[in-house]
Each structure stands twice: as structure tokens, then as C-alpha cells.
């Protein structure tokens, strides 16, 4: 199973450029990683007047687009697919990271800036780990914002490489 981490914390936090140095820190020693974006508002991958959103106009249900490089499909959903829905298409990956999914229930790493708010966003019995500016816990492990790099070394000794 994949082990999956969400990365979680209030808007403006940080999150996305945190997440961004931890793939990259994870990535440079040798790990596959997946990522999954929470978008509540909905979005848009084809452009209109493209092969592929032609395809999706005329009523194709699922579009898939491929290339040397990399692939991409397009599902219409009757509602939004649960995460372990979303989780269950991702194979040949050692960590899927997820953003935006705050109320699911996976192991969270919340992304924590004194200046954007008073109060962390989720209890302490939530989280595996806190990215902070500021101390707040003895009892969790806490990693400083500016560098990623103690958080991946925590991530290979406690997720990806545990009992080695």
C-alpha cells in the first residue's frame, strides 16, 4: 500500500511551496512521488478548440492524451470521487502527497505560519508532523519552513523506510 501523506494548513500558509521542496528533497534521493490537489472550486484542463476538448465536446465520457513524455486523462464524474477513489488510479509511486484535503482522515503534516494566523489548523492528535516558524509542540516532531530537507530525512526514517 502507498503510503499517503496530506499536506494541510490554513490558506496563504505556505502549503503548495512547502510541498514543492519536499518533492524536490524526496526526488533527489530516489523516490517516485505522486501528488493530489483538492480543488473545491472545480477547474479546466482542456482548452477550448484543442483535439481533446473537442472530444469531451462531442460526448466522450473519458480522454485520455499521451505522449513520449508524459499522460493525461480527463474523467467526467456524476460527483466528486472520494480520496481513496482518487488514490486507487496511482500505481508505481513510493509517496502520494495530498493538498487540500483537511477533513480526510491520512496522516497529516500541517504547514503552520505564526504571521498568517493564531491557532494551528488541525488538533495535535491529527498530525505526524508540523512545518512551522514558530515552536508549538515538544511532543510532535516540528521542521523549520525554510528547508525541507529534515522533514524528508523524518519521512524516509518513520514512512518510507521503516524497520531498515
Not at 66 to 80: C, D, G, L, N, R
Request: net charge negative.
Amino acid at each position: 500500500m502507498i503510503p499517503v501523506i496530506s499536506i494541510v494548513g490554513r490558506s496563504n500558509s505556505g502549503k503548495t511551496t512547502y510541498l514543492e521542496k519536499i518533492i524536490r528533497e524526496l526526488k533527489a534521493r530516489g523516490y517516485r512521488v505522486a501528488t493530489i490537489k483538492h480543488d473545491v472550486h472545480g477547474f479546466e484542463m482542456d482548452k477550448p478548440g484543442k483535439d481533446t476538448w473537442r472530444h469531451a465536446q462531442a460526448g466522450a465520457d473519458v480522454v485520455c492524451i499521451s505522449s513520449p513524455a508524459k499522460m493525461a486523462m480527463i474523467k467526467k464524474v456524476e460527483q466528486e470521487l472520494a480520496l481513496d477513489d482518487v488514490i486507487a488510479c496511482i500505481s508505481d509511486v513510493d509517496i502520494i502527497f495530498t493538498e487540500g484535503y483537511k477533513q480526510e482522515r491520512k496522516q497529516k503534516i500541517e504547514i503552520y505560519r505564526k504571521a498568517v494566523c493564531d491557532t494551528p489548523l488541525c488538533p495535535k492528535s491529527e498530525l505526524l508532523a508540523i512545518a512551522t516558524d514558530t515552536l508549538l509542540y515538544d511532543d510532535i516532531p516540528q521542521f523549520p519552513l525554510d528547508d525541507a530537507g529534515e522533514l524528508a530525512l523524518f519521512l524516509e526514517a518513520v514512512i518510507l523506510k521503516p524497520g531498515r
